[in-house]
Every structure is written in structure tokens, then in C-alpha cells.
T-cell receptor, first 114, second 111 residues
Framework: GAGVSQSPSNKVTEKGKDVELRCDPISGHTALYWYRQRLGQGLEFLIY????????KSGLPSDRFSAERTGESVSTLTIQRTQQEDSAVYLCASSLHQPGLAPYFGPGTRLTVL | LAKTTQPISMDSYEGQEVNITCSHN???????ITWYQQFPSQGPRFIIQGYKTKVTNEVASLFIPADRKSSTLSLPRVSLSDTAVYYCLVGDEDSSYKLIFGSGTRLLVRP
């Protein structure tokens, strides 16, 4: 079956532009996560969705970052007025809504801000 | 703030057993312990998960002592392709759905 997919796989943008990153979770997975990984570093939690609501947005680094999810499926992470420090791989993961179930990760979107 | 502590790096040789220990002193009662493997330019890949005692699958074993304040991932007879970063993951103390990754352990397997 299909795993978590993300698009685009690579995105190069200019400083100050807005970008949208898309995540298609595994069908039926109600929990969805966004992480950021800077070059050579570990994963940084951004936001968690349960269904279409985000009970925990505490990881979003600034108000330039926002995320939404619709139909308990696709999620979009939007970064406004991108900065060079936003350059990273943005990873999406999904899991069934059961405590402790390990999420499955997508391949990530590599964002480069020039 | 990461809730786990792992060695930054480890070296091994092909055919050896590798044990990577993770400390998670503040693990919550309902939290599971999960280990992921990550190769360069790829998303993390699930290896194994456990709650207490010992869990074994075709890839690895996970040892968890009774107090659950640490866990040890055991990789039997590693090969060059096991060179990767290994992450120990536990549920956050405020919400078991907010998963916090530690710093990861960079394992290098030499010929």
C-alpha cells in the first residue's frame, strides 16, 4: 500500500517568498505530524494534528509558520516570508490514533531559501 | 527540549553486535519507547517499539529495564548498510502524541 507522500520533494525559493508544503498521510491515519530537520541535526517537532485539529502547535518556530489539515487527510505546512534559516528538510509522519503507535514518515521536502 | 539522551556516535565493525543505550528519565506511564533508523536524505524508518522487558523482531532487539528510565537497542551482526543515525523516541510527558526525538546516535560500521 501507499506510504506517506510529500510534495514537492525539493523546493528552492527566494528570501521573503511564501511556500506551501504538502503531506498526504497513509489512508485512515488520523494522527499527523510535521517535523523539521536542519542539515546534520536531529528532528525538531513542529505540530501535531489529531483529525483536522491541532492540539499542539507549540513547536512552530514563529508566526510565519502555519499548518492546516482537511478531511482528516491532506495537510499543508505554509511558511510565509521565508528566511534563510528556514532552509531544512520538512518531514511529515502519520499514525493511527492509538497511544504509542509509531508514526510512519514520508521522504520529506528539502527547502532551500536563497 | 529533548526528553532522551543518547551517545552522539558509535563505531563498530561488520559482524559485531552493537548496543545503543538511550536514557529517558522522565518517561510517562503510558509512553512507549520507539527506535528509528535514518539514512542520509531519507525520512526516519521504524525499527522497533516496546513498553517494558524485551522485544525482538527480525531486525533488532530492545531491552527495557523495570524502571523504564533507559532502553538499549541491540543490532546483531551489523553490516555496512547499518551505517545510519539511530533515534530513540518516547512520548512527551504532557501528551503521549507529541513525540520528541533525541539527538540521535550516528553509527559507523567499518569493514
Amino acid at each position: 500500500g501507499a506510504g506517506v507522500s510529500q510534495s514537492p520533494s525539493n523546493k528552492v525559493t527566494e528570501k521573503g517568498k511564501d511556500v506551501e508544503l504538502r503531506c498526504d498521510p497513509i489512508s485512515g491515519h488520523t494522527a499527523l505530524y510535521w517535523y523539521r530537520q536542519r542539515l546534520g541535526q536531529g528532528l525538531e517537532f513542529l505540530i501535531y494534528f489529531q483529525g483536522n485539529s491541532a492540539p499542539d502547535k507549540s513547536g512552530l518556530p514563529s508566526d510565519r509558520f502555519s499548518a492546516e489539515r482537511t478531511g482528516e487527510s491532506v495537510s499543508t505546512l505554509t511558511i510565509q516570508r521565508t528566511q534563510q534559516e528556514d532552509s531544512a528538510v520538512y518531514l511529515c509522519a502519520s499514525s493511527l490514533h492509538q497511544p504509542g503507535l509509531a508514526p510512519y514518515f514520508g521522504p520529506g521536502t528539502r527547502l532551500t531559501v536563497l | 527540549l529533548a526528553k532522551t539522551t543518547q551517545p552522539i556516535s558509535m563505531d563498530s565493525y561488520e559482524g559485531q553486535e552493537v548496543n545503543i543505550t538511550c536514557s529517558h528519565n522522565n518517561i510517562a506511564t503510558n509512553d512507549y519507547i520507539t527506535w528509528y533508523q535514518q539514512f542520509p536524505s531519507q525520512g526516519p524508518r521504524f525499527i522497533i517499539q516496546g513498553y517494558k522487558t524485551k522485544v525482538t523482531n527480525e531486525v533488532a532487539s530492545l531491552f527495557i529495564p523495570a524502571d523504564r528510565k533507559s532502553s538499549t537497542l541491540s543490532l546483531p551482526r551489523v553490516s555496512l548498510s547499518d551505517t545510519a543515525v539511530y533515534y530513540c523516541l518516547v512520548g512527551d510527558e504532557d501528551s503521549s502524541y507529541k513525540l520528541i526525538f533525541g539527538s540521535g546516535t550516528r553509527l559507523l560500521v567499518r569493514p
